[in-house]
């Protein structure tokens, strides 16, 4: 591995899903690990809504999951079902940038 690789993959601990920084500690999967956890602005959610307003009664929530590879057993794929905190969620993509994960997840608006 490159010298730059080797500092990107101490960099995603140390920095990146630092506790001290924005990273939390979540179930993602039965397993807990330290995360960043965003759900999407409110013009994100505008946006998202607009992409959806053909579709009558379809109402949903987006939350973006970034995630060391490591931290999970396996690398979850488009359609799995992934339980966030005890709310079982839709994986609806997921990213691997050189060992961090960005899975994108969607779930039901309840309320």
Do not use: W
């Not at 060391?68 to 079982?88: F, H, M, N, T, Y």
């Not at 899975?103 to 608006?109: A, F, K, P, S, V």
């Amino acid at each position: 591995m490159s010298e730059f690789r080797d500092m990107v993959a101490a960099d995603i601990g140390d920095v990146f899903l630092s506790m001290d920084e924005f990273a939390e500690e979540h179930m993602l999967g039965g397993i807990s690990c330290n995360c960043v956890v965003q759900s999407p602005t409110a013009r994100e959610t505008f946006l998202q809504s607009e992409k959806y307003a053909g579709y009558d009664g379809v109402h949903g929530k987006t939350i973006v999951v970034h995630v060391a590879k490591d931290s999970l057993g396996e690398v979850p794929v488009e359609g799995q079902r992934l339980d966030l905190d005890g709310e079982i969620l839709l994986v609806a993509s997921c990213v691997d940038d050189m060992g961090m994960l960005s899975i994108e997840l969607h779930g039901e608006e309840l309320g």
